[in-house]
């Protein structure tokens, strides 16, 4: 079964500094971390103390509000120090690394043959649960929930995004197997969407496939269910990222904990783009090392649109499969508001000619090119946001948290990351992101 | 520029937090952020944002009004000194009587918003560089200067900063401040002679084209003369041929609503055919053919640069086609039947001004609506 899903709104943004199609191995962090903080609404309750000897898939912490949902180690090693902020809370857990992995075996299954307790049992137990994330909120999936159904996009709109053609490579059983595993989740069906290129994916069985095509943000997962199974209040739909979905059914195939990924590390301040195959909280600076370029530069695991801010000691981010670096954009710009005048930026208006050059790739730094201001243009959001949503009423109506109009005007068919592109094409410079990710916070405290 | 720079970041500091002049940082900083795009980086959310900002958008629509400002500054002289002159004989002319208008407009415009951003500490706002332009040009050249000032500071304190400054406003503030000058000092503004430099003193007939409609006499003016401008009336609104050089410029670079320009030009076309088909012996005006009726007036001015405002106006797409459209009827409708106004444009506007957020409001109850029965359905 196939339907096509067809996206004419939108923006693609074409940056310079695109991954090369080429895998190589990351040299092996010595110190590997895990980011409590990264796993939004969790509250860490830990497991282990400063000491304590771990295997690949030990668990670390749990979350306080589902005991279940355990966070498990990536590698072996001892655990070396807890890191925590203000009101003692956990930052990270850091873990000095055995030179050779050893595994908890879980036990090989076969998710066709089991029942849908005792995948769900596995994947908690394993610390793969983690993986798979719910609509409406943007949050970890309850397990207790019944989702209506499962959507995993394998096509990266996102300006230097991780092709997932690349990062998929080599693991199609792996990928049936989770997704043998998942379908097992969901009474509903569980949708799988593809680009234009042919690959393994097009074979998957037990999905139902979308072939997508359009602009930005035709792959983000959040357009796509709302073309096919929009989410209404009190409903519940899972997501899970492509290579999360290969971890799963490695699990299932081996028996261990799958912690490695491949990224892609892109922008125009890395040496040579490519991919590298990383373990999941690897340090930045053991993937970036001597691979960037001179002058003041802004690392971001994720893409340049939804990815956080790191530091070289960070780890990169438990959703990421990216990194991406670019150059940092603290300079003046000399009557810099001028029409027709600075075309190296990239603009959806018009008021640059760089629009008369639709194919040129750009260098794109990280100035906010004005200052934050009211609401005043008008339109410009509902051009890169494929949903029956008006978003600019949505962002005022969040803005005041008041929360019928939020519910009314679809809050819980959004995600930040489907806001990403407002936050860039805003004239006054509008944190679409941010203004959301609180909304959906408001949202869990007062309706859940 | 770079000697620019250097100076600026000298007195910086005594506008930081805890310099002396502290309080005056809104004004420094509006001065700076003129003269630089400041090196401000993303802090939340995307890493990287586009080009425009608020004074691009801005003064994109200052660009776009050039054309019909040098035009008309070059038709205040040809009115009032008549055939047989240079062109700079004419641009000089009009520009001694109109740049006073506009160092007034602007002089005590951002005055005003600049004490504004002080007196409330926030930014100082870009939205007047476009009113502050607007309103000299929609006001007659004999205008006083003091009226028209007066007229601006009602339009800057109550049509905006009353209502929390740019982006907040329930009306147009350029056509709040027409509608002031209208009302308080109607002997300006709705004489029928106002509308050439000197035209009383001198003798010069000043009529425009509506108001001799209005008073029953056919002014016999080409339609060649109506298009190129060449007619007595306020600076932005005689030439269509400008107005539409700047409209082409709006719409190329995506800053005002298309939407809203269609649908208003349909509107206006359709009440103007309408009173084609009733006819009248007595009323000139509605007889006057439909299309010339969109060439005269400030029907062109009105619909590319005022009932395009996005904040003023609908902001839904579908509620813009509805917005201009009724612009349209209503700017005609006022001008034919109403005696006492030879312009609907502005009073059209402005209503629509108010009843956008109304048209907005069902726009967005249908989705809403939309919603809940998607919800309705899932649940039987």
Known sequence: ?448 | MEFIRKQLDKIKPHFDKGGKLEKYAPAYYGIETFLFVPNHTTKHGAHIRDGIDLKRVMITVVFALLPALIFGIWNIGYQNMGEGKEFLEYFIFGAIRFLPMVIVSYGVGLGIEFAYAIFRGHDVNEGYLVTGLLIPMIMPIDFPLWMLAISVVFAVLIGKEAFGGTGMNILNPALVARAFALFSYAPYMSGNTVWVADSVADGVSGETILGALAGGVDPNTSVFDMFMGYIPGSVGETSVLMILLGAGLLIITGIASWRIMISCLVGGSLMGFLFNIIGSSTNELINFPWWQHLMVGGFAFGLVFMATDPVSGAQTNKGKWIYGFLIGIFAILIRVVNPTLPEGMMMAILLMNVFAPTIDHYIIEANVKKRKKRLQKVNV
């Open chain 1, 1 to 448: 079964m196939s339907t096509d899903i067809k996206i004419k709104k939108g923006l693609t943004i074409k940056l310079k500094g695109g991954a090369n199609h080429q895998i190589s191995l990351a040299n092996r962090s010595k110190k590997f971390a895990i980011n409590p903080p990264a796993f939004h609404g969790v509250k860490p309750k830990l497991l282990v103390k400063i000491g304590d000897k771990l295997k690949v898939g030990d668990a670390i912490f749990y979350a306080k509000q589902n005991e279940q949902i355990k966070f498990t180690s990536p590698v072996s090693g001892v655990v070396k120090e807890i890191v925590r902020g203000a009101k003692r809370k956990i930052l990270s857990i850091d873990i000095s690394a055995d030179a050779n992995d050893t595994f908890v075996d879980f036990g090989a299954k076969t998710p066709g043959k089991l029942a849908g307790p005792q995948v769900k049992e596995l994947l908690l137990e394993s610390g793969c649960w983690p993986m798979i994330r719910q609509r409406p909120y943007d949050v970890i999936a309850d397990p207790s929930d019944n989702p209506k159904s499962i959507f995993i996009s394998a096509y990266a709109t996102a300006p230097l995004a991780a092709s997932h053609l690349v990062t998929l490579e080599g693991r199609e059983k792996e990928f049936q197997a989770g997704i043998d595993a998942l379908s097992k989740l969901t009474e509903g069906q569980v949708h799988l969407s593809v680009g234009g290129s042919d690959s393994f994916l097009d074979g998957i069985k037990g999905v139902v496939l979308h072939k997508v095509s359009g602009k930005h943000p035709a792959g983000n997962v959040g357009i796509q269910i709302a073309k096919v199974d929009p989410v209404n209040s009190g409903d519940r739909v899972w997501i899970v990222d492509p290579q999360d979905v290969a971890s799963i059914g490695s699990l299932f195939l081996t028996g261990k904990y799958n912690p490695t990924k491949v990224i892609a590390l892109t922008g125009t301040q890395v040496d040579s783009p490519q991919y590298y195959t990383v373990i999941q909280g690897s340090q930045i600076k053991d993937i970036v090392g001597g691979k960037l370029k001179s002058g003041k530069s802004r690392i971001i695991s994720g893409n340049p649109l939804t990815g956080t801010t790191v530091n070289p000691n960070d780890t990169i981010g438990f959703y990421h499969d990216s990194i991406s670096v670019l150059p940092e954009g603290d300079h003046y710009s000399f009557f810099g508001w001028m029409p027709f005048i600075g075309n190296h930026k990239f603009s959806m208006s018009r008021t640059f000619f760089s629009w008369l050059t639709p194919n040129k790739e750009y260098d794109l730094d990280t100035n906010l090119n004005g200052e934050e201001r009211a609401f005043v243009m008008t339109g410009e959001m509902e051009k890169v946001l494929p949903m029956d949503i008006f978003p600019m009423h949505l962002l005022k109506a969040t803005m005041i948290q008041d929360i019928e109009k939020m519910e009314n005007l679809g809050i819980y068919e959004v995600a930040p990351e489907d806001f990403a592109l407002i936050d860039f094409i805003s004239t006054s410079k509008i944190e679409a992101q941010q203004i959301i990710r609180e909304g959906l916070d408001l949202m869990i405290k007062e309706v859940g």
